[in-house]
């Protein structure tokens, strides 16, 4: 909802193309799995989220580098807040693969 919503929509579906903040067609994650020849993705998801993948467009990243920011956490720093964010972003990608239309 804080972190994903606002440009893929609450369902997942990229329903908020439409905003402000898109420069370009936000894909529909509940298709993921469907345009991977039936294979979930789980592994370029999490470099995709992370940061250790650029998607380019137009020369650069539109989508936020989300490793960085979900470290935040207030009193950790260093390796638990790296362990914190891979968490995250694992239960992120884990949830994604819940959103799949088989």
């Known amino acids: 909802q804080s972190h994903c919503a606002g440009c893929h929509g609450v369902d997942g579906k990229g329903g908020a193309a439409d905003s402000p903040r898109a420069t370009v067609k936000v894909p529909d994650l509940t298709t993921l799995e469907q345009r991977h ?5 789980f592994g ?3 470099d ?4 250790s993948e650029l998607l380019p467009a137009h020369g650069t990243r539109v989508m936020p580098i989300w ?3 979900l470290q935040a956490e ?3 720093d260093g390796d638990s807040a790296i362990a914190v964010a891979r968490g995250r ?3 992120i990608v884990a949830y994604l693969a819940t959103l799949q239309a088989r």
């Open 37 to 41: 020849g039936g294979v979930f993705p």
């Open 44 to 46: 370029e998801l999490y």
């Open 48 to 51: 995709v989220i992370s940061g």
């Open 67 to 69: 490793g960085a920011a």
């Open 74 to 76: 207030p009193g950790l």
């Open 89 to 91: 972003i694992l239960s």
